[in-house]
């Protein structure tokens, strides 16, 4: 199960983006591990300037504005067998 | 063009006569509303594909080590097109600090990035045009580049709170940006559109509509008494009243352009709208988490007079 964390002091785009994961999540029948990080210096602890950021099993991979809907099933699709992501191929 | 089609909207199809409150109102309405739309659509796109070039991580980068004056006025200047968003001022702030952006320049990115924004400018464009627009840029600039270099002169690193001097920043994430297409920076310019002119479209219509009315029923030169430029007092008070005031520009500013014809004075209007943006109550509150109530005061009386000083100047001048 993926821990997925939203960076965020609690502002409005930080709800969406949480809500948007979570609802993404459900409609995929992906079950996921939803947190939402408010403390300003975990935030910054992740080295995030911009919220909301997003942390997928303790890695960065967005900060600031809502990501795109594209973007989030991404992040929540199965790794790729054989980590072939590597290549700029995708 | 849209003059000549507002005016066949109104007198002829809709039927109202010139001359009358009602037709002034409803053709002022009309001629605006589209004018301005336009001219935000246009301007908000084209600042959306400006940050697909520039994110806050490279601004910093840019701005990190770089001394007192020329750090300020590159701030200033990247405050305009770096993306930014108030509720991330506290964070912003820190990252900044902790990557060795001098605490001056930092301070004049932070005051930059609200006040001259994309919004304000295209507005100011569409309602006043360009000229007005080119010297609310320009005094906008100045206010955050003259703040910044006097907070930097003042060294009160010591007056931010201790939790932040401690700050452990972690490493700045690798994102994999890869350089993106042009498709992808018009998307960011569409998506921006969407962000932007979908928030800010009813205050927009609402303010058009409050200043029709007031172009339309209010007499001629009532303003001129309250916010005319014989009234020393008139900037001090604008901006006071700014404040506690924490709205956009789009809600605003028609309201001012229709009191303008009513005989209130530019730099008054300009004031007031400058303070409103830059100077706010919440916008103090968050960043009272990090600085100590002492720098608080250095920098709210600092902008409040730069501000003060464009309105006396504007007055002066136009």
Redesign the interface.
């Known amino acids: 199960m993926k821990n997925v964390k939203v960076l ?2 609690g ?4 709800e969406t983006t949480a809500k948007l994961i979570a609802d993404i999540a459900d409609a995929k029948g992906i079950r996921i591990e939803l947190e939402k990080v408010t403390d ?2 975990a ?9 909301p950021g997003v942390v997928i099993d303790g ?7 809502v990501p ?1 809907s594209a973007k989030v099933a991404g992040w929540l699709a199965p790794a790729a067998g054989g980590g072939g992501c590597c290549g ?1 191929c995708c | 063009m849209l003059d000549a089609l507002a005016a066949w909207l109104t007198f002829d199809l809709i039927g109202l006569s010139r001359g009358t409150h009602l037709g002034e109102a409803v053709w002022f309405f009309l001629y605006d509303v589209p004018k301005v739309l336009l001219l935000l659509v246009a301007v908000v796109f084209l600042m959306g594909v400006a940050h697909s070039y520039i994110s806050p991580e490279r601004t910093r980068a840019w701005l990190a080590n770089k001394p007192l004056g020329l750090g300020n006025v590159m701030a200033a200047g990247l405050g305009i097109v770096t993306p930014f968003c108030s509720c991330s001022a506290v964070p912003l702030f820190i990252g900044f600090l902790s990557a060795g952006v001098p605490l001056g320049v930092t301070f004049s990115f932070l005051i930059s990035a609200p006040m001259v924004n994309e919004v304000a400018l295209a507005l100011l464009f569409g309602l006043f045009g360009w000229k007005v627009a080119a010297l609310y840029l320009v005094l906008g600039l100045s206010v955050a580049i003259v703040a910044g270099l006097v907070i930097g002169r003042l060294g009160m690193e010591h007056h931010l709170e201790d939790w932040v001097r401690n700050i452990q920043m972690g490493a700045a994430p690798d994102l994999g940006d890869e350089k993106p297409g042009w498709r992808a920076r018009l998307g960011r310019g569409v998506s921006h559109v969407r962000e932007i002119v979908g928030r800010v479209w009813p205050w927009l219509i609402a303010g058009i509509g409050i200043g029709a009315g007031i172009h339309g029923y209010v007499p001629q030169d009532l303003m001129a008494g309250i916010m005319g430029k014989e009234r020393w007092w008139a900037v001090p008070a604008a901006v006071l009243l700014g404040v506690p005031m924490y709205s956009n520009a789009a809600g605003i500013l028609p309201v001012i352009q229709a009191l303008l014809g009513k005989g209130a004075a530019l730099g008054t209007a300009l004031a007031f709208m400058m303070s409103v943006i830059a100077l706010s109550l919440p916008e103090m509150v968050i960043l009272r988490k990090v600085l100590k109530p002492a720098l608080i005061a250095v920098f709210a009386g600092v902008v409040a007079a730069g501000i003060m000083l464009v309105g006396f100047v504007f007055n002066a001048v136009l």
């Open positions: 965020g002091s502002c409005a785009n930080c300003m210096a935030i910054l602890g992740y080295g995030v300037m911009t919220t890695k960065v991979v967005h900060a600031g504005g795109d700029g």
